[in-house]
């Protein structure tokens, strides 16, 4: 069974510049959260999608959002893009309502 | 919302011996505790969880204790090992029925061969 994917894994931009970021689900897996890794807050829920609905959201600006297709995948995009969103974006799945999440190797945003 | 607090943020040990991470919780409503573990340059990976109706869990080497009434919850790890240096991150349920884990800050540990 393929784990998760997320695409790309690593990318840089600029100010200003928006970003989207793929995630496709362990497959049978409906729901998908997304959550940002950095040093020194470790890993913080931006939000999760069940069925192509968003169930939770987290506290990020307005400027993160994020959807679900009818297959499952999942797409997050940033807008505007500031340094402090430099970090680790994690994808993770889950068969199950209050369950495991299975992680995706993440992918690597760079601010400049 | 909920806020999950962990520490020590970093722990040293000798190799055979136990390691104790703690981590406490806001929300008296969250109901699902789980620890992951996250190795150098890899993904968090589930390691041992615990629902609130049951007090402490055990899987070989790893147990979890939780504490609804002090609304706080701790991992054990005896017998240490080398391939345990990682780091460990606590979480606990925003909401029922979903997925929003709210993590502890990580702890970072390391068994000293």
């Known amino acids: 069974k393929a784990g998760v994917t997320q695409t790309p894994r690593y990318l840089i931009k600029t100010r200003g510049q928006q970003v989207t970021l793929s995630c496709s689900p362990i497959s049978g897996h409906r729901s998908v959260s997304w959550y940002q890794q950095t040093p020194g807050q470790g890993l913080q829920f931006l939000f999760e999608y069940f069925s192509e609905t968003q169930r939770n959201k987290g506290n990020f600006p307005g400027r993160f959002s994020g959807r679900q297709f009818s297959n499952s995948r999942s797409e997050m995009n940033v807008s505007t893009l500031e340094l402090g969103d430099s970090a680790l974006y994690l994808c993770a799945s889950s068969g199950s309502t209050t369950g495991e999440l299975f992680f995706g190797e993440g992918s690597r945003l760079t601010v400049l | 919302g909920e806020n999950v607090e962990q520490h020590p943020s970093t722990l040293s040990v000798q190799e055979g011996d136990s390691a104790v991470i703690k981590c406490t919780y806001s929300?008296?409503?969250?109901?699902?505790f789980p620890w992951y573990k996250q190795e150098l340059g890899k993904r968090p990976q589930l390691i041992i969880d615990?629902?609130?109706?049951?007090g402490e869990k055990k899987d070989q080497r790893i147990a979890v204790t939780l504490n609804k009434t002090a609304k706080h919850f701790s991992l054990h790890i005896t017998e240490t090992q080398p391939e345990d240096s990682a780091v460990y991150f606590c979480?606990?349920?925003?909401?029922?029925?979903?997925?929003?884990?709210?993590f502890g800050t990580g702890t970072r540990l390391t068994v000293i061969p």
């Open positions: 929300d008296s409503a969250s109901n699902y």
């Open positions: 979480a606990a349920t925003g909401q029922t029925g979903a997925n929003n884990l709210f």
């Open positions: 615990i629902r609130s109706n049951v």
